[in-house]
T-cell receptor
Framework: DTAVSQTPKYLVTQMGNDKSIKCEQNLGHDTMYWYKQDSKKFLKIMFSYNNKELIINETVPNRFSPKSPDKAHLNLHINSLELGDSAVYFC?????????????FGPGTRLLVL | AQKVTQAQTEISVVEKEDVTLDCVYETRDTTYYLFWYKQPPSGELVFLIRRNSFDEQNEISGRYSWNFQKSTSSFNFTITASQVVDSAVYFCALSEARYTGNQFYFGTGTSLTVIP
């Protein structure tokens, strides 16, 4: 059974387009996250939501907008895509937002902006 | 400043050799948590272990073992009798209790190649 799933797995698009990545978790967790992994494999948190409320918002261009319709879903919408947005985007979830909680990651979405 | 340092960028070993991946962290908190994740060539991130700052016991799970030493702020990971399936990028991460939101700080990863 899939715990944290993301769609699509691959996304190839032109500069300037708008795209969305969807994330769903069936673990019953309260907290969800978006991470960006760059070409050097560096993982950096972008956003975190707890019970649909935004709690972490790192320095990310406002072209990136997360939306959490319910606790089990956290989607990422990206406007006016740029070449530098090419990366792997990971969704993750944890039981709650305490630092003791392990984060479980989705399979990643590989975004390529041409 | 980088909170988690994985100084070894790439390591290659021959199958059946033992290998240790280093992780050094930096925090002012007394309560914090350390994690290791594995990212195989297929790309997903797989959780391996969590350790809290109050538990310095070493842990062994099959061929994997972890050595946590607060005195040197290190949380090293050893694979015994390495296998080709161990080839992956391994990440160490830190979470600090004083911050809300469970923000993980990841190291830059160590790419391990096990040669058959």
């Amino acid at each position: 059974d899939t715990a944290v799933s993301q769609t699509p797995k691959y996304l190839v698009t032109q500069m300037g387009n708008d795209k969305s990545i969807k994330c769903e978790q069936n673990l019953g967790h309260d907290t969800m996250y978006w991470y960006k992994q760059d070409s050097k494999k560096f993982l950096k948190i972008m956003f975190s939501y707890n019970n649909k409320e935004l709690i972490i918002n790192e320095t990310v261009p406002n072209r990136f907008s997360p939306k959490s319709p319910d606790k089990a879903h956290l989607n990422l919408h990206i406007n006016s895509l740029e070449l530098g947005d090419s990366a792997v985007y990971f969704c993750a979830s944890s039981q709650d937002d305490r630092s003791v909680e392990t984060q479980y990651f989705g399979p990643g979405t590989r975004l390529l902006v041409l | 400043a980088q909170k988690v340092t994985q100084a070894q960028t790439e390591i290659s070993v021959v199958e059946k050799e033992d290998v240790t991946l280093d992780c050094v962290y930096e925090t002012r908190d007394t309560t914090y948590y350390l994690f290791w994740y594995k990212q195989p060539p297929s790309g997903e991130l797989v959780f391996l272990i969590r350790r809290n700052s109050f538990d310095e016991q070493n842990e062994i799970s099959g061929r994997y073992s972890w050595n946590f030493q607060k005195s040197t702020s290190s949380f090293n990971f050893t694979i015994t009798a390495s296998q080709v399936v161990d080839s992956a990028v391994y990440f160490c991460a830190l979470s600090e209790a004083r911050y809300t939101g469970n923000q993980f700080y990841f190291g830059t990863g160590t790419s391990l190649t096990v040669i058959p």
